[in-house]
């Protein structure tokens, strides 16, 4: 392939500065529209179908080319890595840009691959796939705007040097997602296990139980047939829920156990975390003077203080989680009781 230009003039050029990744091990963090909404293809397999979603006054549509095919939840691994390294470099007062200048190795064993020639061919079809698909959201769309229309890559290109060794790789990320990666509360942690998942349908439900149950002991539900309008999935409504009670016997999630409840004819799926936050907004019990048994100090006064005993939990389970705060009035079980107790968002990662 012909190098090109990456710019066309030099204008363009300026006005977008390399952020350049020097380390690439920073902590995975995944974007929360990316994680809640259906954006990729959750097979391997070439997948030209369009993908049309709509719930409320939001809409994602999604366009892959015939010759690529749309990009898969694979390639989005290109994306979390991207976000991660952003994050990572704004926490460290480092100046970044859509332009990121990386080395394959570097993305790669980020996301846990093995970096041979075959791992760099697969890596260059994802940049073709993520470049061709276009993708129309009114998700964050601007005061005066309806819709944003854009691919998830605009341009890369390989760079070389003398005798033709590729040195790295350039990539111009749209600006629709790095706004929502420099916007920290648009952002959340991952569990670098994500990546060892396998399955399509398991890694798309790793992201929404992160986005929802997060870490709340009550954890998060859906319905299965809602499920299957979120993820974007071509399979029937039935092969999809198999697919799921499959995952449940497997219990794959990292950080994430997951139960299958019927009731009313209706099938749902819980997600419950592994490990929940405790809410440190609560008054600390005080300490009273008790009638324990006096201890005394040499040449001191006697003292009786005594830790009162604990107060009886207020939660559900084991301890209290702080509340999962984002957009969870799309969800179809417990967003009522949720917004009727005022809960907001609190799980943001700074």
């Given amino acids: 392939m012909a190098r090109q230009p990456l710019f066309q003039d030099a204008a363009a050029a300026a006005r977008l500065d390399p952020f350049v990744v020097v380390a690439g091990d920073a902590s995975p963090r995944d974007q929360r529209d990316l994680m809640e ?36 939840i694979w390639d989005a691994d290109v994306l979390i ?20 200048r990386f080395t394959p190795y570097q993305l790669l064993t980020g996301v846990g691959r ?5 791992e760099y061919r697969l890596f260059k079809a994802a940049l ?5 698909t276009v993708v129309a959201t009114t998700i964050r769309h601007g005061e005066h705007w309806r819709r944003q229309q854009f691919s ?32 920290r509360s648009l952002v959340l942690s991952i569990d ?35 499920l299957h309008h979120k993820s974007g999935s071509l399979a029937r409504p039935a092969d999809f829920a198999l697919d799921i009670r499959r995952i449940v016997r ?4 990292p950080g994430y156990r997951l139960m299958l409840e019927r009731g009313q004819g209706r099938e749902r799926l819980r997600i419950l975390p592994l490990v929940v936050e405790i809410a440190l907004d ?18 001191a006064g006697l003292s009786g203080y005594r830790a009162r005993a604990s107060a009886p939990n207020p939660c559900a389970g084991e301890v209290c989680a702080a509340p999962n705060l984002d957009s969870n009035p799309e969800s179809n079980l417990l967003a009522a009781a949720l917004l009727g107790a005022g809960l907001t968002d609190a799980e943001s990662d700074r």
């Fill in 128 to 132: 073709r796939r993520l470049q061709s």
């Fill in 192 to 226: 670098p296990n994500y990546f060892r998942l396998t399955g399509g349908i398991e890694r798309w439900l790793y992201r929404v139980a992160r986005k929802h149950a997060g870490r709340q002991a009550a954890g998060w539900a859906f319905e299965l047939a809602h």
């Fill in 81 to 100: 890595w991207a976000a991660s390294q952003i994050v990572d470099a704004e926490n460290r007062g480092v100046r970044t840009s859509r332009l990121l």
């Fill in 282 to 299: 609560r008054p600390v019990d005080g300490h009273v003077i008790s009638g324990a048994p006096p201890v005394g100090i040499s040449g």
């Fill in 152 to 183: 998830w890559i605009n341009e890369w290109e390989e760079r070389a040097i003398s005798g033709g060794r590729i040195e790295g790789v350039e990539v111009v990320l749209p600006e629709w997602f790095y706004r929502g990666v420099v916007d």
């Fill in 250 to 253: 497997r219990q794959p999630l």
């Fill in 37 to 72: 909404r259906p954006f990729f293809s959750l097979s391997k397999s070439r997948r030209t179908r369009p993908i049309q979603y709509k719930a409320g006054e939001v809409e994602v549509l999604v366009h892959g080319l015939p010759e690529h095919g749309m990009a898969t």
């Fill in 114 to 118: 093995a970096t041979g020639a075959t």
